[in-house]
């Protein structure tokens, strides 16, 4: 009774056409996941400007307001700010103005750029830990016997700002990358059954 349900089990595969599973459109897919990358890299692009220019004009405001002499921690802290303010107002600039605005519709190009954009996201954050731990030395040296000790203090400080606050915003670039990474690879992949005389043979496209 056994060998005979397994018989009947055995034809009716064989009798199976092939079914696939696989995108229906992957270069569709493909150029919404390329508009995607582009609206992500203009946010994270906007924010870092924002972040900038709140240092920038944070950072002034604290060295007008602030006499150099008697609080020269405070001081240096706002022009320290300041200075990394304008450089990541400029690199944001730079970045809005070269971004391109077409979506991509080669599944391998749009794969390409994703991977682009997080490697590029993976290694400014090495550089943010690298910030946070030169500016930490410097506030720890502040407090010793050196020369200048409040401009130390305060450019220490500002750098450990600056790279936290980066620290933050890659951090939420450089993951929604990654589940974007994901998917692109879903499209990239199809899956078939075949019904073999031996059984079913599973294939993957790629």
């Known amino acids: ?13 064989l009798c199976l056409p092939p079914v696939l599973y696989a995108q229906s459109n992957p270069a569709a897919s493909a150029e919404v996941l390329s508009s995607e990358l582009h609206a992500a890299q203009r946010a994270h692009l906007w924010r870092v ?9 944070g950072g002034l405001a604290l060295t007008w307001g602030t006499e150099r002499a008697s609080t020269p921690a405070r001081w240096n802290f706002g022009a320290m700010s300041a200075g990394w303010g304008a450089v990541n107002v400029g ?11 077409a ?6 190009a749009v794969l390409a750029a994703e991977r682009q954009f997080h490697d590029i996201l993976l290694f400014n954050l090495g550089l943010n ?4 731990a030169v500016g930490a030395t410097m506030l720890s040296a502040g407090y010793r016997d050196v020369s200048n000790a409040g401009r130390w203090r305060g450019f220490g400080t500002s750098l450990i700002l600056q ?3 980066l620290l933050v915003l890659d951090g939420i670039a450089f993951f929604a990358s990654r589940t974007r990474l994901a998917s ?7 899956m078939s059954l075949h019904p073999m005389p031996s059984g079913l043979t599973v294939a993957l496209h790629l």
């Open 1 to 13: 009774m056994r060998s005979r349900f397994f018989f009947v089990c055995t034809c009716l595969l």
């Open 49 to 57: 400007a924002a972040w900038g220019g709140a240092n920038a004009f």
């Open 91 to 101: 690199i944001a600039a730079i970045g809005l103005l070269s971004t391109p605005s």
């Open 103 to 108: 979506p991509l519709t080669d599944p391998n």
């Open 129 to 132: 830990v690298a910030y946070s």
């Open 163 to 165: 790279g936290i606050g």
């Open 184 to 190: 692109l690879l879903d499209v990239n992949v199809a």
